[in-house]
C-alpha cells in the first residue's frame, strides 16, 4: 500500500533526522561531530569537504598529496563500515578525536588534530595509527611543522 505524500515526508523527515544533526553540530563546530560528519560523508559515497587550516589547505593545493587516492582512506575507491568517532582530548583551542572503521575488510585507525582558528575548530593534522602499510602523518607528508 503506498504512502500518501504527509506520511511520506514524515519517513522521509524521521529517517533524515539523526544526518540533519550531525551535519548541524559539525557546522556549530564540535570536532567530535566534525570527524563524525567526514565518516557519515564516506558511508554515503560523499566526498567529505574537511574543514583544514588554512594553512594545511594552502600547502595540499600547491602538493601532489591527495590528489591520486584519498588521503584519509589511502584507496581511489572509498569504502568505510562500521565507523566509531571518539574524543582523546578537547581543550580550549586544541582537542584530538580517533576514528576507527572498516574499509574494504581493514581495520583502520586514524587520529584527528584540531585547532581552534578564528572561533572554528578545523583540522591541524591528522595521522594513521593503525590499518595501513604506510602510516601518513599530514603535516609530515606536507613538509611542515609538527604540531606542538
Known amino acids: 500500500m503506498p504512502l500518501s505524500p504527509t506520511r511520506r515526508a514524515l519517513v522521509l523527515g ?6 540533519a544533526s550531525l551535519a548541524a553540530h559539525a557546522q556549530a563546530g564540535d570536532p567530535v561531530a566534525i570527524t563524525a560528519q567526514i565518516f557519515n560523508d564516506y558511508q554515503r ?11 594545511i589547505r594552502a ?17 581511489q575507491d572509498t569504502e ?3 565507523y566509531t568517532v571518539q574524543p582523546v582530548s578537547l581543550g580550549a583551542d586544541k582537542a584530538v578525536v580517533d576514528a576507527r572503521f572498516l574499509s574494504f575488510d581493514r581495520r583502520m585507525h586514524v ?19 593503525a590499518g595501513v ?11 611542515m611543522q609538527p604540531l606542538d
Request: no cysteine.
Open 14 to 19: 524521521l529517517l533524515s533526522a539523526p544526518f
Open 133 to 143: 602499510e604506510h602510516k601518513t602523518d599530514l603535516r609530515r607528508e606536507l613538509k
Open 80 to 82: 568505510v563500515k562500521n
Open 111 to 129: 587520529r584527528f588534530d584540531f585547532r581552534m582558528v578564528d572561533g572554528k575548530w578545523l583540522v591541524a593534522n591528522f595521522r594513521h595509527i
Open 45 to 55: 559515497d560523499k566526498v567529505p569537504s574537511i574543514p583544514y587550516t588554512p594553512a
Open 59 to 75: 600547502r595540499m593545493r600547491m602538493s601532489s598529496v591527495g590528489k591520486e587516492a584519498d588521503i584519509i582512506l589511502q584507496a
